[in-house]
């Protein structure tokens, strides 16, 4: 019941940034993560199916990182979420063990093809020009 809560309260503040209030890129990672900050985002000119769809995206690979995580990491990751922090920002935060690191590499590996599908040629460019 409390991860659905959490995951709802990260979903409802994704889609109030998505919306165009201000917001901290909450669940949303740096570039090097595969995902979009919020003022990424922005600046892309994102449709509404992509926005949903990079919302999506977060909500998955959120998910996939907490199954790696043991319980206190996952609470140190959580806090950070609420806090603001992006998922990049909240994984520096946790000391990850060799093994988990290989886990969230592929895991962020995945992330970025996926967002590839996601955006258009020209997005790509824009987005790789500002980093």
Do not use: C, H, Y
Request: charged fraction near 25%; glycine fraction near 6%.
């Amino acid at each position: 019941m409390r991860k659905n809560v959490q995951r709802w309260m990260v979903a409802i503040a994704l889609i109030v940034g998505i919306s165009g209030a201000t917001l901290p890129p909450i669940a949303a990672a740096q570039t090097s993560g595969g995902l979009l900050t919020a003022e990424q985002m922005k600046k892309l000119n994102l449709s509404v199916e992509q926005k949903q769809a990079v919302l999506r995206l977060t909500l998955r690979t959120n998910d996939r990182i907490l199954k790696i995580l043991d319980r206190d990491q996952q609470r140190i990751f959580r806090k950070a979420i609420k806090q603001g922090k992006s998922t990049g920002e909240a994984m520096n935060m946790v000391a990850l063990r060799p093994d988990q690191k290989t886990q969230l590499s592929k895991v962020m590996q995945d992330t970025r093809v996926e967002m590839l599908t996601i955006l258009t040629p020209e997005q790509v460019k824009q987005l790789q020009g500002s980093r």
